[in-house]
């Protein structure tokens, strides 16, 4: 029976990566990577010589039928993301979905598979929860948007946002981080804001405040926009 593991990865301290990670890494036969070149590097660290190959948002159907492939050979694989948990927010999730239907078809005269795929997670650090565990924001309640879409909807998820009785929480780009802000003053200009930039990394920062409050510092600190950011609103 082949086994498939979801391997979360540092989102870039490259101390956050758990025991069970690094071992099962070194265990599986195969590494599925959104980027080998990111994936080699904490590869590197700590000593895992694992072959890899990649798999992501770009990858064509032929892909997932070379995973399939190897599945069917008995290989265990695993799957990580660039950084974080793959399949949050993270084209791994339809590989995932493929795998559980291809498990669904056993018992049936067309499949090709002769047991179940087991598939485990492996977790660690995801920016979702080191953003909200340090944010100061409620935390009982929360929904996850994933990325704000740029046009369709935009508008729409904003007024859901400014309706919400629970703590948002999104990702945003350093290209969209002002847009955003502009966004949550004009829908909810009274809701408590946190953006939390580079989590785990050397500039990490956590500023809190309303949306123009926020929007006034990141225009008068514009070193302050780069950087990956995790945005909390409660």
């Known amino acids: 029976m082949s086994k498939f593991y979801v391997v979360a990865t540092p989102i870039g301290n490259m101390g956050d990566i758990t025991l069970r990670a690094i071992e099962t890494l070194k265990e599986v036969d195969l590494i599925l990577c959104e980027d080998t070149r990111e994936t080699k590097k904490i590869l590197n660290k700590y000593n895992i010589n694992t072959p890899t190959m990649s798999y992501h948002s770009q990858s ?17 694989l695993a799957l990580v993301s660039d950084a974080g948990t793959p399949t949050i927010s993270d084209p791994g999730a339809m ?12 018992g049936h005269s067309m499949s090709k598979w002769t047991s179940d795929v087991q598939v485990f997670p492996i977790p ?15 935390t009982h309640e929360f929904t996850f948007l994933g990325f704000i879409p740029h046009k369709k909807g935009r ?7 400014a309706l919400s009785k629970r703590t948002m929480v999104f990702y945003e780009s350093p290209h969209r981080i ?16 946190c953006i939390a930039r ?15 409050e926020l929007l006034d510092y990141l225009t008068k600190n514009p070193i302050k926009q780069k950087g990956e ?6």
């Open 198 to 212: 580079e989590l785990t990394k050397i500039y990490e920062e956590f500023k809190t405040g309303s949306p123009l």
């Open 155 to 161: 508008e729409t998820l904003f007024k859901e946002i």
């Open 60 to 76: 064509k159907l032929n892909k997932i039928d070379k995973i399939f492939k190897l599945l069917e050979e008995g290989k265990n």
């Open 124 to 138: 660690g650090a995801t920016a979702i929860i080191a953003a909200l565990s340090a944010s100061g924001l409620p």
């Open 95 to 106: 590989l995932i979905s493929k795998i559980k239907e291809r498990n669904d078809e056993l």
């Open 178 to 193: 002002l847009k955003t802000l502009e966004s949550l003053n004009k829908f909810c200009p009274n809701k408590k804001v």
């Open 229 to 234: 950011f995790t945005v909390l609103v409660s």
